[in-house]
């Protein structure tokens, strides 16, 4: 069984600095993929981030970055210098077989980027 | 050019009747998804289909029930609607099912579903 931990449900952040959103798992599978998406108010699930639990060497997207700590069990995303428009959902999934390959979601953290 | 599109983007409908969510992908992806977002914001698998074959069928009340045509399509069926299934209904697809991790799954704009 697969289970994504998310401990913070809201987060506020200053535009410009960097803010880290927490995410914990635990699986069986030998192999699977972290991701991160972004959900804004207007609704659609937007792909940020992707880490697979054999690459040796953090992902990073831009203004993104994943914090993989694979002993801890932790796939964190860093945002740097956020932006107003970064206000949104966020949620972290894993992918394995145990998932049926489906993407297997966290409960998700509210960031707001206040100005 | 939208890859995964949806229709409807909203449905209201009364308790009891049968509604359609029709989901359409551009991508020429094998793998295809239903997931329900809740009103608390979760996430949460309903339905896979690999090259029009079902994969994963969580455990959904059998008044769910998903067709999919061809590959590029996979339309989702709910009889005899309850309050408890208002809801955003994403549809999703992906390059293959298990061909590699990294493959993202794109989601369509989502279907909200209210029923009264």
């Known amino acids: 069984a697969q289970k994504i931990t998310q401990t913070q449900p809201g987060m506020f952040v200053q535009e410009k600095e960097a803010v880290t959103l927490d995410c914990t798992y635990d699986?069986?599978?030998?192999?699977?993929?972290l991701f991160w998406y972004k959900q804004p108010s207007s609704g659609e699930m937007i792909f940020l981030i992707y880490?697979?639990?054999?690459?040796?060497q953090n992902a990073t997207e831009g203004r993104y970055s994943l914090n993989f700590q694979k002993a801890r069990k932790s796939a964190n995303l860093v945002i740097s210098a956020s932006q107003l428009g970064d206000s949104a959902m966020y949620f972290c999934?894993?992918?394995?077989?145990?998932?049926?390959?489906?993407?297997?979601f966290g409960k998700g953290t509210s960031l707001l980027v206040t100005p | 050019d939208t890859a995964v599109s949806q229709t409807p983007k909203y449905l209201v409908t009364q308790m009891g009747n049968d509604k359609s969510i029709k989901c359409e992908q551009n991508?020429?992806?094998?793998?295809m998804y239903w997931y329900k977002q809740d009103s608390k914001k979760f996430l949460k698998i309903m339905f896979s289909?690999?090259?029009?074959?079902?994969?994963i069928n969580e455990t959904v009340p059998n008044r769910f029930s998903p067709k999919s045509p061809d590959k590029a399509h996979l339309n989702l069926h709910i009889n005899s609607l309850e309050l408890g299934d208002s809801a955003v209904y994403f549809c999703?697809?992906?390059?293959?099912?298990?061909?590699?991790?990294?493959?993202?799954?794109?989601f369509g704009p989502g279907t909200r579903l209210l029923v009264l």
């Open positions: 999703a697809s992906s390059l293959t099912l298990a061909g590699g991790l990294s493959e993202t799954q794109y």
């Open positions: 699986t069986s599978d030998p192999s699977y993929g």
């Open positions: 880490q697979g639990s054999y690459d040796q």
């Open positions: 999934a894993m992918r394995g077989a145990n998932s049926g390959y489906a993407l297997n």
């Open positions: 991508l020429g992806h094998d793998t």
């Open positions: 289909y690999n090259n029009k074959e079902l994969i």
